[in-house]
């Protein structure tokens, strides 16, 4: 079936480094779907992404999904302490109306 | 506008016991999904509902977990009975039309099962 990994699994950095997570699906997927997690809460959406090699940028978050539909990644720049959480790529593949969660990336600021 | 509400929040049975989760979707949504998700990791699909109709519940462990959404509005999911590895967040999420929409998540319930 559908996987859809995520690395690194977690990642410590200090406020104000980047940030970044890469999402790998093992088919083609028809849509990127971002989600964040705090902490004892619930998942969040951030954004969708459609059309290959589509970019879109949210302030000091910035998106891409792959040319070939199989790869995104989310980019955080300059991170802050409301960053913290975990991020989850999510998307179903062509054919398949299954939205997937990817694995995740955990967050953590050293302030 | 309310998001969607799920109840209870926190639940603790004893395996063997049945239990039973709610959820009440965003107004018009059609799309519902029931996600299991373990400590540490992303959130599993259960099973999906688009209306009153389960487009997909083959994640359903059909011995022990059930689930319905009549009137294609609010939903509930069973375990019958629970086991220990049953232990996790259950989640509700709905979305306006199928997975080409962004997904609303509610609060959760975290089940433990002892």
Known sequence: GQQVMQ???YQHVQEGEDFTTYCNSST?????QWYKQRPGGHPVFLIQLVKSGEVKKQKRLTFQFGEAKKNSSLHITATQTTDVGTYFCAGPNFGN??????TGT?????P | EAGVVQSPRYKIIEKKQPVAFWCNP?????TLYWYRQNLGQGPELLIRYENEEAVDDSQLPKDRFSAERLKGVDSTLKIQ???????AVYLCASSLAGVGTEAFFGQGTRLTVV
């Open chain 1, 7 to 9: 690395i690194p699994q």
């Open chain 1, 28 to 32: 083609t997927l028809s849509n990127i």
């Open chain 1, 97 to 102: 109306e299954k939205l997937t969660f990817g």
């Open chain 1, 106 to 110: 955990r967050l953590t600021i050293i």
């Open chain 2, 26 to 30: 965003i107004s018009g949504h059609n």
């Open chain 2, 81 to 87: 009975p629970a086991e220990l590895g049953d232990s």
